[in-house]
């Protein structure tokens, strides 16, 4: 399963959850406005993917960047 960091209010974080949706990814989204240390971690590069491995993809990034992210 797969982590989408973002928060309520971030467009980019739309776009990322319609690709991750349109690839067909399992996901939970994750809103770091809800977390000070993931405030701090995330806050000026959302939406990020992140693994279960803790491998993680930084916006921008589009479907082709996202599959080759997915297959490892």
């Given at each position: 399963?797969?982590?989408?960091?973002?928060?309520?209010?971030?467009?980019?974080?739309?776009?990322?959850?319609?690709l991750?949706?349109?690839?067909?990814?399992?996901?939970?989204?994750?809103?770091?406005?809800?977390?000070?240390?993931?405030?701090?971690r995330?806050?000026?590069?959302?939406?990020?993917?992140?693994?279960?491995?803790?491998?993680?993809l930084?916006?921008?990034?589009?479907?082709?960047?996202?599959?080759?992210?997915?297959?490892?």
């Open positions: 399963m797969l982590t989408l960091f973002g928060t309520s209010a971030c467009h980019l974080c739309e776009l990322a959850e319609a991750l949706v349109q690839a067909g990814a399992g996901f939970e989204h994750v809103d770091i406005s809800e977390s000070d240390d993931l405030f701090e995330y806050g000026t590069t959302i939406p990020v993917v992140r693994t279960e491995e803790g491998r993680e930084n916006w921008p990034f589009d479907a082709q960047m996202l599959a080759e992210f997915l297959a490892g």
